[in-house]
């Protein structure tokens, strides 16, 4: 087998998926469900094999992706049957309309065909990533990286037990991790086989995805992401707010990386802000006038360009909106910006003059997020414009496409 | 001047653009469309000189596309003003909703930044471009190519005059031609600063833009299109379609190259379709069993992947639906496919299982169009899935974001 063969089955198997009813992609993922709470122990031996490897390897904060407990499993199988419940997304009428010679045009909602998944170390985007692939009627290659190589093995061959079961060609999730780094490069190749590449992980992986694929690629997940605190802002929402966006969970995309402070309020504002972040156990990297006001770290040139991922916040006092505004445009990931400000025209200048996937007034950064915008499951972040912007759910795996019937019409 | 600053010159000018009002822009339309009417001569004259030095470089039918006359002139500016009237595609809000949490969210349709368009001795292109462009809120970067040079900087100073004499800058709309092979290359690299590219023209420029650009690409106008002739058909229809697909614009991407006919109805129609092929020009190219019907050249293994694009045709005897649609999976280009049946569960069939941009029954390929389709204004076919599918018009320029407003709300 080569992974092209491997590609062209997945091609293959795409159609067969792509006209399933609903409810047969509903009892695929209830099978997935019961599949995957019946084999626990099975996934957990070859977890273990995965952690014992990757020990001396990976970073703490990778380990623990790595790792799958009981619990994590029961949460996965859960989070398949979530995915049941959701309305299909495709074979929706987008638009109709007849046209003045007797034409009827539909736009119908179709599934994209084959989604080639690039990842590293997590497991669980094995089986979201399944779900959602399935549900959407869209086949799914798999390069899930080799610390996971044991458990995501695991977890295809549950899958696919899955759609066996229902009658569903078993090669509509795959894995080419078999390959080993070849398995990706060619994915990356596979124009004509493979309809859209999606990498999810480092900043460093999607870099070079997006550099080397020929087939389409989803950019998702890189956030530089700014708070900026206005001269005009109500005190109260300014400290909860940015221990929220920063400390909550600070190894996600929507974490705040970089706060910005109009300095008519630094002074005030500040020390209270930087005893409720250390109390959070969050490093302060200051610029030069963040360090007058409270006792920090000072921050390198570099340090306004860089997604943490930690406890760690790089804090800039600026001397107005249009300073924020172009710090802003230099150095963020188009991921997701907030203005704590109680002006609403200022509010409203932030929100149109930002060139970020979301923007946002008085809010944590947090919130960028597929659950939290109500789509009930989340493929990644997109910070790109073609196709997809901001958190993507199902509908964002379909495209479209048109069905004009007439009645012996032709072109004058 | 190097690429790399004119396109950081196109990308600081663009948010410039994307504020402007659809009064400003419509104004600035309207002054190009004057100034395009101003300037026939120099217009001509530009042109007399690229049509002499193309003259025994380029083929007939490029040097048809390159030429420009006083009233192709006029419709071009004529096309300009139209695009006044078209509603802004820009600030509508796609989709509004009110969180639990009192989030209120909205999307809303913004421009998609700078768009960078290679195309090739097509001076027309230069001008529809940038009307488009400008209406979406978008500022250009093109490359048009050696042989429409002299044409297209005469184009471009009007578009900039236009432009200037509305107040918006005039690095909204520039070319790189002056850096020959090298300002397309530069683009193709350009991410960060070019937003999305569009190739328009042959094949292998596509298909060499698709392949090295770092820049997301929409693939556009590569059609082999097909007809497939059901064995239950009303007679009457076939003929005037298959001449209509064919014949009226060999040249175009929406024009038939591969007609498939059911082997029940062959015998009965070939002859009459035939007829009327030759009386229009055409060169049909059959397979054997087509040969043992009508007089025509055999076709060769390789012709079913042929866009012709000009008045020749391959033709072949099909024993069933499931074979018309294996060969249209296989050869297919995936732009537009039309069945010509009588017999609506074949019809709904037809429509569901191909996997292409457009899928018709009982009409013309050549409505794929966003003119026909009602779009007012056509940047191109779409054949990929990703962002747009089919016609693209205004609203496939167009990307979104997400505006989130908040009251102090953080996530727990």
Same mark, same amino acid.
């Given at each position: ?8 089955? +997945?091609?293959? =198997?795409?159609? @067969? ?5 609903? &409810?047969?992609? /509903?009892?695929? $993922?209830?099978? #997935? ?102 549900? +959407?009627?869209? =086949?799914?290659? @798999? ?5 996971? &190589?044991?458990? /995501?093995?695991? $977890?295809?061959? #549950? ?124 490093? #302060? ?128």
């Amino acid at each position: 087998m080569t992974v092209q063969a491997l590609l062209t089955a +997945s091609k293959a =198997a795409a159609p @067969l998926l792509a006209r399933a009813s609903n &409810e047969l992609k /509903n009892q695929a $993922l209830s099978a #997935i469900a019961d599949e995957l709470e019946a084999r626990v122990a099975e996934v957990l031996a070859a977890n273990q094999i995965d952690m014992r490897e990757s020990q001396t390897k990976l970073s703490s904060s990778l380990l623990d992706r790595l790792q799958l407990t009981e619990q994590r499993i029961k949460s996965l199988a859960k989070a398949v049957r979530e995915v049941i419940d959701l309305p299909d997304p495709t074979g929706k009428i987008l638009e109709e309309k007849k046209l003045p010679n007797g034409l009827h045009l539909q736009k119908v909602s179709v599934p994209l065909g084959v989604i080639g998944v690039i990842y590293e170390a997590r497991p669980n985007v094995t089986i979201d990533i399944a779900a959602i692939a399935l549900k +959407s009627g869209n =086949a799914v290659a @798999l390069r899930g990286g080799s610390a996971a &190589e044991n458990t /995501n093995r695991v $977890l295809i061959d #549950i899958v696919q037990v899955g759609l066996s079961s229902v009658g569903l060609p078993k090669e509509l999730v795959q894995t080419v991790d078999e390959f080993g780094r070849e398995g990706a490069q060619q994915m990356m190749q596979a124009r004509g086989l493979v309809d859209v590449l999606i990498p999810r992980g480092s900043a460093n992986l999607i870099q070079t995805v997006v550099n080397e694929s020929k087939v389409p690629v989803i950019e998702t997940g890189d956030g530089v992401v700014h708070i900026y605190v206005d001269s005009e802002v109500d005190d109260s929402i300014v400290t909860p707010i940015i221990v929220n966006a920063k400390a909550q969970r600070p190894s996600v995309c929507n974490a705040l990386e970089t706060l910005l402070i109009h300095e008519a309020v630094a002074q005030h504002l500040l020390p209270q802000i930087s005893k409720a972040l250390v109390d959070a156990g969050v490093t #302060i990297h200051g610029c030069e006038r963040t360090q007058a006001i409270i006792s920090c770290v000072p921050a390198a040139d570099d340090e306004w360009e860089r997604e943490y991922l930690s406890l760690d916040l790089s804090v800039k006092v600026v001397s107005s909106l249009d300073e924020a505004l172009s710090h802003i445009a230099k150095y963020s990931t188009h991921h997701t910006e907030s203005i704590l400000t109680s002006n609403p025209v200022t509010a409203e200048r932030f929100l149109n003059e930002n060139d970020s996937a979301v923007v946002m007034v008085n809010a944590s950064t947090r919130f960028t997020d597929g659950g939290e915008f109500g789509f009930g499951a989340e493929v990644g972040i997109s910070t790109q414009k073609l196709h997809a912007r901001g958190p993507m759910g199902l509908r964002e795996l379909t495209s479209s496409k048109w069905l004009v019937r007439g009645s012996g019409q032709v072109r004058s």
